[in-house]
Structure formats: C-alpha cells, structure tokens
C-alpha cells in the first residue's frame, strides 16, 4: 500500500473517533506551544537587555583604577592611586580610534537646600560626558570646559535630585544647593533616562567637574576612572588593547606583572547578562520540554488503547491482505498524524500565546524560529518513536487470534 | 471433470500447548473443482475451522501440501501468504467484521488497498460499485455500515470478498448470527454467484440445512474427512424465498 494510501487510511481512522484524536493531540499542542512560548519569553528578555546595552552604547570602554595592595594587603578596586588626569590626556593624545573620554571620580554627598536635604552620589567628570553617555541637558546647559579648568563649584542634576531639592514646579538652574557644606550653583538639569540594565536609578545623581571633586570635596590627585567611547562599535577593542598598553608603559609595569588598572568594555558585561538569561531561556524550554515528553507518552498512551481496541479490524486487514508493515506503518502514520497535526496547532497556539503574554501582561516575547523548528521536529520525533512499539505489537498479531478476539 | 481449484495431500496440522501436542488434522486429501459448492461440516473441534485457515492462508499446515490454482501455497512467508489472500481468496466471516463508523462502498474497497503493484483510484470504485451491485446493494453504498440490518451488513462483507475476484470464496458460518429468513437470502447470492459466475465457494458450518444449499458435503470429525458426497436434494435458495410470505415492510 502507497504512503498517501496509508496516510487517508490513517485520516479516516482519526476522524472515526474525533474526541479521542482531539483529545490526544492537546497534550502535543501544549506541549509545542509551551515550548514556544517559553523560548519566546526568554528571548525576548535577552533582546531587551541587549538593546538597552546597546543604548548605553556597545563602542564604551571603562577604565577604572585597579587593585592596591599595601604590605600584601588587597585594598580593592578602585583604590590604587596611579591613575591620573595625565593617564587620561595621553590617552586621548596618543589611542588612535579614541572618540571622547572623560576623567572620573565621583563620591557619595549629602546635598542641602532651603529646608531640603538628599543623599547621592556626585559624579565628577570631565565636559564631554553627555556626548558618550547619551544624556540631554532639559534645563540650563553642561558645565564648560573653563569650569573643568578652575575647578569651579557648579553642578548639573539628575531628575530625581532635582525633584528632591525644588519640587516639579520650582526653577532650579541659578540656584545654590550645598554640597557637602560647600555652595555650588546649579548649571544645569538633566532629561529623564530611567532605569539602567542593571536596575539603577540613572537620573538619581549629580555631575560636577571631576576636578572639584579632587580638590573642593576629597583632595586628591588621582582619578579613579576614565570613560572612553570608541570612534566605531567595531574599534571597540582595539582601542581597549592599545589603552591597555599605553597604561602599562605609563605606570613602568614589567611584563609578567599584573595591571593596576581595569579595562572593561561594554560588550563584556553584556555578554555576561546574555548568558545568564540564555541560561534562563534553556531552563524554562527544558520545563515546557517535559510537557511535550508527556505529549508522546499520551500518545503512546491512546495508540495502546487503540491497536487493543481494534485487533479484530487488524486481524481483518490482515485476511485481506494486508502486510505486517502495512499493518505497522498505518499506526506509526496515525502515531506520526497525531502528533504533527498536534505540533502544527501547537505553533499557532505557541504564537498566539506569546503575541498575547507581550499585549496583556507586557513583557517582552521574540519567537524564535529555531525553537519552533526544534519543537515541532521534536514532536514529529515523539510520534514516531512512541508510535513506534503501539504500531509493532499491532504488526505482529496473528491474524488468526486477531479476528477471534472479542 | 473441471480444473481443480484446491488440491490437498496428507495435510497435518498439530499445536503445541506447553509440553502437549494436540493433532487437528491429521492426513487430510481434498481435491475441489472449479465452480463447485463445497459445505464443510462437523462438530467443534472436528478440525474444519484449521482447515479453514489453512485453506485461507491465515495459517501453514505442519505437513502435506496445498495446492491453489495449482501452485503450492503451503510453505510461503507471511508476505507471500497475505499476497495470496489479497488475490485468490475472498472471506466472509459469521460476524461480519465491517470497519464501524465506514460506508459500504469503503468497507468493499478495503481489499483494493492492499492490491500489490496497486490500482487506480477510478478503477477501485468501479469494481467495489460493481460488487456491492451483485449483492443488491447499489442503493446502500454511502449507508454507514451500522446503518445497516444485519443481512445487509452480511451482503456488504459478501460483496467485499467479491471485489478482488478471487479464486474462492470461503465463508465461515455465515448465517451463524442471522435468523433464518436472512440466511436463506445471503445463501441466495452464494448460489446465484456459483451459479452465474463459477465462483468456487467453501462454506464452513455446523447446521445441515444450510449444508444442503451445496452441491457437495465433506464431513469432518477428530481431524479427518468422516464423509465426502455429493447432495442428492439440493436446496434453492430462491424458490424458497419466493415461497415465503413477502417480508413485512
């Protein structure tokens, strides 16, 4: 018998008990679109981690000062005091494929005006700032590079800060907020950017020339970062190799010894956040994975229940004629039916249920067309290997005892 | 004396139960001509129901040979022996054994499908039509077959057997679940279709009023043919008919 005979054979069969067909395919559609859905979800948590580093920009390199140690004794990041305004200006000078940069250093302040008062952390930093990290100045402008020069106290406020220390409606540029106990006027307000990737509040901080925060609130020297932007995303790290080398000449590190610096690109910690909801992507699609497994064992189920139900019309397709393979392929075909039409339902189902997760509950989904491919293929699989056993005891009956059983 | 159609020699067939062999035929001699109306009779457990089989192809025998249409069927595969029933045996059992759920005219395509080398889509509509049309049932053929009363179902599964044209029919007590008005009719079409088409027919039964539609009896008993004879009154199915009350409608 032809494979399109065996296939109608097979469609007649299922159509003879509709609830039952029905029923059994569920479990495959469940399946299917669990497994899609859940895919769905997890890339769609991945992309939009990626897109908000990608908005932080991809082309950003980091360099902060590195361990210090004092007598064997780690001080940690951030405390070496070998990175200075100079390491900065070389690197600008002399890094090919440098965009912007800015000098860093920042502090935690209590701020006071009137009869307000707000804790947050002062960054200091040098005038090209908002051009790498895409802030907007809403109100007033950035502070000048003449300001950076002299070290002068004026200050531009997030949001948040704003809003503590003068309320939505009050006008904050001109005014003098106290930092620290020291009058600083403000220049300038920052437009909203939200939260970051990493769940903190951006606009809740306040930037003033990175050289008022060495000599008006800390009295240092050094710096403890410097941010770079890279002229093109694809730059990126090769300007962070030749910053690398150009600290090490710098600070007359031998080879063989350790930096006391650190240089981190973007890419790297997106990379790291990529992979941990990839993790969670391959956790929840291994959850939905066991429903498609049960799937196939209802199917299996129901082929059982089937061939045990219908000896009698095997046993009489057997005296007709029929071959065992014949016999053995029309169950594994119904098994296989069963199971792709399940698998077929399932993808819309699995669509239909990410589309409907992004409208009414709001997160992100991306379908991914490899887990649609994988489910299905996987329920295409889960037929004909559970198919398989039902339809073989099928095969081997004796059409003798088949058609006397009752 | 026509062409045989089953020639048996020194058929055995024994089961073994565990560690007991039970004989069930033991030394069977057949030769049925061509266009002959053969009854198989005896009492459960006589062996006629392996014979049967045997004659069916469902089953090989232990010993002897059987000859079909002059070919030895008797130690084919299982491929080769389903080959065989595909084309040269029609059954018709006592419980009919239509697929539930399934027209008439499907259930008389059904041994179409298993045609080796195959057969057009047209052409197997053609001769399951023209089969259900020899049993009288071109009217019923898109009737569910458990639409149908239980003589009609017979005729369906009559018809089934036909379709493939085989060299034999054989029925295994086909009137055992019908009431006596209906069998006289199913044995109707068996005689008309010996009568008017030569078909071999072999019926198996334990009730020797239907034994007597034939034109020969072998009786059967411990394994053995007990008798073999020719029917000295044949029964006609149709003058009976006709002689009865028409049925009530």
Partial sequence: MSLLMTLRVALKALNRNKLRTALTMLGMIIGVAAVITMVALGRGAQSSIEDQIRSAGTNLIIVNAGNWTVGGVHQGQGAATTLTREDAAAVRDTVPGVQYLTAGVSTRVQLVTGNQNWSTRAQGTDVDLPLIRSWTVSEGAFFTPQDVASAAKVAVLGSVVRDRLFGPDEDAVGKIIRVRNQPFKVVGVLASKGQSAGGDDQDDTLFVPYTSVQRKLLGITHIQNITISAASAAETTRVADGVTALLRTRHKIQPGDPDDFMVRTLEEMASVRTETTRTMTALLASIAGVSLLVGGIGIMNIMLVSVTERTREIGLRMALGARARDVLLQFLVEAVVLSLAGGLVGIVVGFAASEGVRRFVGWPTTVAPEAVLMAFGFAAATGVFFGFYPARKAARLDPIDALRYE | ?249
């Fill in chain 2, 1 to 249: 004396m026509d062409e045989p159609v089953i020639t048996v020699r020194d058929l055995t067939k024994t089961y073994v139960v565990g560690e007991i062999r039970v004989p069930a035929l033991q030394g069977v001699n057949l030769d049925i001509a061509r266009g002959e109306f053969v009854a198989v009779t005896g009492p459960s457990g006589s062996g006629k129901s392996t014979l049967m089989h045997i004659l069916g192809c469902l089953d090989r025998p232990t010993s002897g040979q059987y000859f079909l249409d002059g070919r030895d069927v008797s130690k084919l595969s299982r491929d080769e022996l389903a080959a065989v029933r595909n084309g040269n045996i029609g059954f018709v059992f006592q419980g009919f054994n239509l697929l539930a759920r399934t027209s008439a005219l499907d259930n008389v395509e059904l041994p179409l499908l298993y045609r080796r080398g195959g057969m057009s889509a047209r052409e197997r509509h053609r001769r399951s039509t023209a089969a259900l049309e020899a049993v009288g049932l071109a009217d019923r053929a898109h009737h569910h077959s458990n639409q149908l009363s239980g003589g009609q179902q017979q005729r369906v599964a009559i018809a089934r057997a036909l379709v493939t044209e085989p060299s034999i029919l054989l029925a295994d007590e086909p009137t055992g679940n019908l009431d006596s008005r209906t069998s006289m009719e199913v044995m109707e079409i068996f005689q008309r279709l010996n009568a008017e088409r030569r078909i071999t027919v072999l019926l198996i039964t334990h009730e020797h009023d239907i034994a007597e539609y034939g034109t020969r009896v072998i009786a059967f008993r411990d394994g053995r043919v007990l008798g073999d004879q020719a029917i000295a009154r044949r029964r006609a199915a149709t003058g009976e008919l006709a002689a009865l009350a028409p049925r009530p409608s």
